[in-house]
């Protein structure tokens, strides 16, 4: 039993390797970008739509207002960063049921880059939004003593962000495996049912605490009166 993806190495010339963490990284980021240009390579924009065109209409409403409840004042502006985030953390859930596959958020290095791509995409949106002198005098709100509190809360979340995900995805590969090794087989598939259902409530928590941080970043200065009207319509 390996403890991380890391450890299953599938070519290796020297100081150069390609392991399971990469090959499952690539290959589902590769699948991420063939399946969105397969589902909307015919959408109509005119009143008659297809079954699935409107299904997928009521997955990115839903989502859009589910982070506009967050506190995003433009959330269609973020749908994509915090989408991708929430595609990537489930898809890589759902695809355990493929026999030899490793999710790569069972690596602590997949899980530090995710979080690495919040801590760099909140400041970019709050800088774009607000500009930088506004978005760097945040920091020393409500008093310039606050300064170096606010720093240290930026990098500890995304250390928090990371082990979080890393902790919560690799404990149950260890659990499952060790529950094959002593149980019967019925209890630990009823276990990757369960597995299935947990990563996916990772995936959305992952997604929403980013939301949250983008939402505290955009929100340094009051919005303008038709930023708010673009997002109520």
């Known amino acids: 039993m390996h403890l991380s993806p890391d450890d299953v190495i599938f070519w290796q010339y020297g100081f150069f390797k390609i392991n399971a963490t990469i090959a499952f990284t690539w290959a589902l980021m590769l699948f991420l970008a063939l399946g969105s240009k397969l589902v909307t390579r015919r959408l109509s924009r005119g009143l008659e739509r297809s079954g699935w065109q409107n299904l997928l209409e009521i997955i990115v409403t839903g989502i859009t207002t589910q982070l506009g409840e967050v506190g995003l004042l433009q959330p269609r502006k973020?749908?994509?960063?915090?989408?991708t985030l929430f595609l990537f953390v489930a898809s890589a859930t759902l695809f355990t049921i493929?026999?030899?596959y490793e999710p790569p958020t069972g690596s602590l290095s997949t899980t530090t880059a995710l979080a690495?791509?919040?801590f760099i995409a909140v400041p970019l949106f709050g800088i774009a939004d607000c500009g930088l002198g506004e978005y760097l005098r945040a920091y020393t709100k409500p008093t310039f003593i606050m300064l170096p509190f606010n720093i240290v809360s930026e990098l500890s979340?995304?250390?928090a962000l990371a082990a979080r995900l890393f902790?919560?995805?690799?404990?149950g590969t260890m659990i499952l495996a060790i529950l094959l090794t002593i149980t019967p087989f019925l209890f630990p598939i009823a276990l990757s049912a369960l597995g299935l259902?947990?990563?996916m409530v990772q995936a959305y928590i992952f997604s929403i605490l980013a939301a949250?941080?983008?939402a505290a970043a955009t929100r340094s200065r009051p919005p303008a009166p038709?930023?708010?009207s673009d997002s109520t319509t």
């Open 78 to 83: 973020y749908l994509g960063f915090v989408g």
């Open 98 to 100: 493929v026999p030899g």
């Open 116 to 118: 690495i791509c919040v």
């Open 157 to 159: 979340r995304t250390l």
């Open 167 to 171: 902790g919560n995805m690799m404990s």
């Open 197 to 199: 259902l947990t990563g």
């Open 212 to 214: 949250v941080y983008i």
């Open 226 to 228: 038709d930023s708010i």
